[in-house]
T-cell receptor, first 118, second 115 residues
Framework: GAVVSQHPSRVICKSGTSVKIECRSL??????MFWYRQFPKQSLMLMAT?????????EQGVEKDKFLINHASLTLSTLTVTSAHPEDSSFYIC??????????????FGPGTRLTVT | AQTVTQSQPEMSVQEAETVTLSCTYD???????LFWYKQPPSRQMILVIR??????QNATENRFSVNFQKAAKSFSLKISDSQLGDAAMYFC????????????FGKGTHLIIQP
């Protein structure tokens, strides 16, 4: 149980375009989802926290107008990278946490999305 | 701010031997959880083991165990009988309580298993 999927697994886009990444909890209701960013050979850095039905909370230094997060349902959160630039190229990982109602307190990670901006 | 420090960028161990990965953390909180995550080349994050700060007993999961020293803010991972499949990046991570905050990760240790 506690499976989290991400789509797409890889995406290449041109500079200036937008790209959307989906994160889904497949077998539990995720009250909270998290978005992390991982540069090559580096650790995971938390970008934002989203609670279902609420606005996302962004970490210091993360541009909320550039990285749009929507958590419209208990099983789906999306990250949209707007006006992407080559420096946005990275590995984006989501995690999902249930909570009291689902009994899933731990964070379960998706397989990640590799974004390349050309 | 909470910080997690992994001082060993890379470790190497012979297959079937034991290896210990180090982690220290800094926090003023009393209620928190600590984790070790494994990230193989597939980059899928896999939970290896977790420790609740309020528990004195060290957590164990099969060949994996931790040495949790709360006063010293140390949380090391011991892997016994190392196997080729253990080769991966290992990240130590921290979270306040068990609530809605994101994880704070260390920089990671690259574990190499020598056959």
């Amino acid at each position: 149980g506690a499976v989290v999927s991400q789509h797409p697994s890889r995406v290449i886009c041109k500079s200036g375009t937008s790209v959307k990444i989906e994160c889904r909890s497949l077998d539990f209701q995720a009250t909270t989802m998290f978005w992390y960013r991982q540069f090559p050979k580096q650790s995971l850095m938390l970008m934002a926290t989203s609670n279902e039905g609420s606005k996302a909370t962004y970490e210091q230094g993360v541009e909320k107008d550039k990285f749009l997060i929507n958590h419209a349902s208990l099983t789906l959160s999306t990250l949209t990278v707007t006006s992407a630039h080559p420096e946005d190229s990275s590995f984006y990982i989501c995690s999902a946490r249930g909570g009291r109602t689902s009994g899933v307190y731990e964070q379960y990670f998706g397989p990640g999305t590799r974004l390349t901006v050309t | 701010a909470q910080t997690v420090t992994q001082s060993q960028p890379e470790m190497s161990v012979q297959e079937a031997e034991t290896v210990t990965l180090s982690c220290t953390y800094d926090t003023s909180e009393s209620d928190y959880y600590l984790f070790w995550y494994k990230q193989p080349p597939s980059r899928q994050m896999i939970l290896v083991i977790r420790q609740e700060a309020y528990k004195q007993q060290n957590a164990t999961e099969n060949r994996f165990s931790v040495n949790f020293q709360k006063a010293a803010k140390s949380f090391s991972l011991k892997i016994s009988d190392s196997q080729l499949g253990d080769a991966a990046m290992y990240f130590c991570a921290y979270i306040i309580g068990f609530g809605a905050d994101g994880l704070t990760f260390g920089k990671g240790t690259h574990l190499i298993i020598q056959p």
